[in-house]
């Protein structure tokens, strides 16, 4: 994830639908039609975004939860962010508190 990526689904989540093109054009998203277009294909293979055709995406779920923070889409790291109620124990594994 980048920056650009942020962007995109801040726009997406206030509008719903668009195409790259109309994301540069609102002046929200301020990176070149390509440069966006390339970022919405690859949010598109993490489920972050839905090509609808046409070149028009849509956020997802997935889209929304991660900008709120709900999960981390980094390589290596789990689907969820930890909770604040959760700990390690000693062996590593996540334990929640009941």
């Known amino acids: 994830m980048v920056l650009a990526d942020d962007r995109i689904l801040e726009y997406l989540s206030e509008v719903e639908t668009a195409t790259p093109g109309e994301m540069v054009k609102s002046g929200f998203v301020r990176y070149s039609n390509g440069y966006v277009s390339e970022r919405c294909q690859k949010m598109a293979d993490k489920g972050l975004v839905n090509n609808l055709g ?39 594994d996540t334990k929640e508190n009941v």
Not at 72 to 91: C, F, I
């Open 54 to 92: 046409r070149g028009v995406y849509a956020i997802t779920e997935r889209g929304e939860q991660y900008l709120r923070g709900e999960i981390d889409t980094s390589e290596d790291a789990p689907d969820r962010v930890k909770s604040s109620n959760e700990k390690r124990s000693s062996a590593g």
